[in-house]
């Protein structure tokens, strides 16, 4: 199995068969329901540092708050890619405000404030589930199209993602904080710079939610412009084999792995001609022809059942993807451009 686990997104992947079960069967309704009763489970523990703004500027922090929490709950109940950056941007955030109650507020950790934090801790866990994602996505799809996400490259979770969440939860926060406390100027302006931050950094983030594989009638494609140039189609017709790459496939001659490294069982597509695409490597493009392909879905198990529903033929199980007799097994060559 290639090395490849789940670094920062939890999920089904990693609970038994019956959870993975019933968390796929729940769809969103999970999320909905957490992110509904927000107010009664987090909602405590921000109440007595509400208490603690002037009368007026309460009322200002209040309200941010109640909209912050209708805009995830549109989201939860309208599906798309937008709503999952939303979604995935917010929950954390909710965590992140009782976090910074307790800090900066009077009383330390009540109580009140701890199961706050739990809450938070487990809004935040739905959210980043994997079928969270992919019920997401598939609001976006158009017609008979079957999206199912990709995890995220190894190199995006190791700093750029937090930096890039914490600059759009700052510029989110430090406006109505400020006009909270009655500083009129200042938290005008903070919320004009807020904006401009979340609006790029909504976009950077937005990426990551872009990411998946999309069935279409005539075989599926890999859509992922954080490390290719351009989609990859792998029409149903040259697909010889697709299932789970073994160790070391990620690394043999004539292999391509789009992954980015990303942590999970990996999935590999041999065809049976090469296929040629743009890669996005340290900010250059490297032309590649391959004949078989590696990347890292969310849900490997699911996609293989789509695959099968859509007649994509199976590797054998215990076997390595294979390229039919008479192939030319030296296609994984890099061209720089």
Known sequence: MASTSSLFVPGAAGAGPLAAGLL??????????????APLGIGV??????????????????????????????????????????VRIGAPGALALVGLAAVVGDGG????????????????????????????????AYGSERRMALRPPAFALLGPVQ????????????????????????????????????????RVLHQLARRWIVFVPAGFVIHDHVLLVESILLRRAIVSALGPAREGDVTADGVADVSGGARGLALEVAAKERVAFGRRVKRTVVNTEADRVVFTPSLPGAVLTEARIRAVRIADPGAAATVPDGSDHDHGHDHDH
């Not at 796929?24 to 009763?37: E, H, Q």
């Not at 009140?112 to 598939?138: C, S, W």
């Open 24 to 37: 796929s069967r729940a769809g969103l309704w999970p999320l909905r329901v957490v992110w509904l009763l």
């Open 109 to 140: 950790f009540p109580a009140a404030r701890l199961e706050g934090l739990g809450y938070g801790a487990l809004l935040t866990m739905v959210a980043f589930l994997p079928t969270t994602g992919d019920r997401m996505i598939n609001g976006s």
């Open 163 to 202: 930096v890039t969440w914490l600059v759009v939860f700052a510029g989110l926060v430090t406006g109505p904080v400020l006009l909270a406390n009655e500083w009129w100027i200042a938290g005008v302006i903070a919320c004009g710079v807020g904006a401009f931050a979340c609006r790029h950094g909504f």
């Open 45 to 86: 523990g921000l109440s007595d540092r509400l208490d603690q703004f002037p009368a007026t500027g309460g009322t200002i922090a209040e309200v941010a708050l109640w909209a912050a929490w209708f805009a995830g709950l549109v989201a939860c109940l309208v599906p798309s890619t937008q709503s999952l950056t939303v």
